[in-house]
């Protein structure tokens, strides 16, 4: 399976913002973005030219991508469903990514960042409605339940990730029961509750051309 291998703090330095790929270090002074915050490779302290419209376009499209580890080829599928969906197509796209099992897993505290959560799934750690689902990508429906498996809930990076819960920004759209383990996905989250911050209608214009 493709998946991106390099350092993924190299990631937010290109994007000039923190994009939150590392978990609990990025809220630390040991985030590379601190200590580092201008561009990777030997350029990268001199300042950058002039953008043009279509760079700060595939700039926006390429946070978003890296923000929720998609690839390329994934992306424009992505878009080309909230294209055929009802309703503004770049709330679209976000809603859809919002929904991958993986980023709930994150979301609701199972894991300390998507990359995490992506491997937890893959190793068969939750369960949807009680199916067990190895699928990071797999849309989660309102009303779905999803669990951390009984044998799964004494794994460290799940347990250390559960005790920040309370840390973490309330997202309306989930319920979460730390007790249980468990989270619902109560509806689709709506664009003004999505904690992203980026300009998703520029990326409809790049794909627009």
Known sequence: MARYRDANCKLCRREGMKLFLKG????????????????????????????SEYGFQLREK???????????????NYFAEAARLKGITGDNLLILLECRLDNL??????????????????????TVNDKIVDIPSYQVKPGDLMKVR????????????????????????????KAKM???????PKRLDIPVTVQEQMVVELYSK
């Open 62 to 76: 390429q946070k978003i991508r890296r923000i929720y580890g998609v690839l390329e080829k994934q992306f424009r």
């Open 24 to 51: 609990n270090r990025c809220v630390t002074d040991k985030c590379a973005f601190e200590r580092r915050g201008y561009a990777p490779g030997q350029h990268g302290q001199t300042g950058r030219r002039k953008g």
């Open 105 to 126: 897993a994150y979301r609701l505290g199972f894991a300390p960042s998507r990359k995490s959560a992506r491997q937890l799934v893959l190793h068969r750690h939750f």
């Open 150 to 177: 009984e044998k799964s809930r004494t794994i460290d990076i799940i347990h250390s990730s559960m005790k920040e819960v309370g840390k973490v920004y309330d997202y309306p759209w989930l319920r979460l029961d």
């Open 182 to 188: 468990e989270g619902e996905l109560l509806e689709r």
